[in-house]
């Protein structure tokens, strides 16, 4: 039995998200850019030159630390469908100077404590949001309904709006 891609054209549209991170100086230049898609029950997970997919979010979540925190939001977020970690100290320092949710500083990078405490901050913005990863240099978790939204929540993010 043939396998069928449920994501279509998407995948290239996350590689190009991923990319677009890159050139706007999101995500380290050595394409390390974290991003992934769900679609129904199934995800895909990109990272630096790999693209993963998976059944489900406790499959996705094996897959890496960045894999966990992904697989925690669309476990909080039923329509939650695209997320992605970027890296910008100013966005992160005006997250945080603006009382952005912000994860647990004292949760290690990838492990449960991290992926409860994003978990907790989704339930409370199940549509959409932006969350300062606390202790985690740089790091910023942003998820939406979509990568055209997510894309939206970018470029607000770079004009200097805050969702709170």
């Not at 706007?24 to 990109?46: I, T």
């Not at 406790?58 to 329509?79: D, G, K, M």
């Not at 949710?101 to 913005?125: F, I, T, Y």
């Amino acid at each position: 039995m043939p396998l069928i891609n449920p994501f279509f054209g998407e995948i290239d549209e996350l590689e190009a998200l991923r990319r677009d991170l890159v050139l706007a100086g999101l995500a380290p230049e050595d394409g390390q850019g974290v991003a992934s898609l769900r679609c129904g029950e199934r995800m895909a997970f990109s990272k630096g030159d790999s693209l993963t997919l998976s059944a489900g979010g406790a499959e996705l979540a094996a897959h890496s630390p960045e894999a966990l925190l992904h697989a925690s939001v669309y476990a909080a977020s039923p329509s939650a469908a695209c997320v992605v970690i970027a890296r910008s100290e100013r966005l992160h320092g005006m997250l945080l100077a603006g009382r952005a949710p912000a994860s647990d500083a004292m949760a290690p990078w990838g492990s449960q404590a991290l992926a409860q405490s994003l978990a907790k901050l989704v339930e409370a913005h199940p549509a959409d949001g932006v969350i300062a990863l606390q202790g985690h240099g740089s790091a910023i978790l942003i998820y939406a309904p979509g990568i055209e939204h997510l894309r939206d929540l970018i470029a607000m993010l770079a004009q200097g709006y805050i969702p709170v």
